[in-house]
């Protein structure tokens, strides 16, 4: 459930929806439908590995490392722009709106 960079430093990856962003498109949960679910208000939000959804505002669940592609690739396709994924550890995105 980490990423290996470019030094070989193991980092853990979570991601996080801003629901106020959100347009209910859904292609994240067709990408990944292991993190990433719509729900009755027709918003997607993340789920964790229990299948709960993270319905807090910026709350976030782990980005298994065999799902980062799917999840990335929901990020680069997501119309709202909303799907954030940063590194555990200093809370850097990496990929999404706000990543350099």
Known sequence: ???TSEAGASEQ???WIDQDLCTGDGICAQYAPEVFE???DGLAYVKGADEELR???GETV???LTLLQDVVDSVRDCPG???HV???SDGVEVHGPDAD
């Open 1 to 3: 459930m980490s990423v």
């Open 13 to 15: 990856l979570e991601v």
């Open 38 to 40: 719509l729900d009755i």
């Open 55 to 57: 319905q807090s505002p």
């Open 62 to 64: 782990p980005v298994p």
């Open 81 to 83: 722009d909303c799907i």
């Open 86 to 88: 940063r590194r555990a």
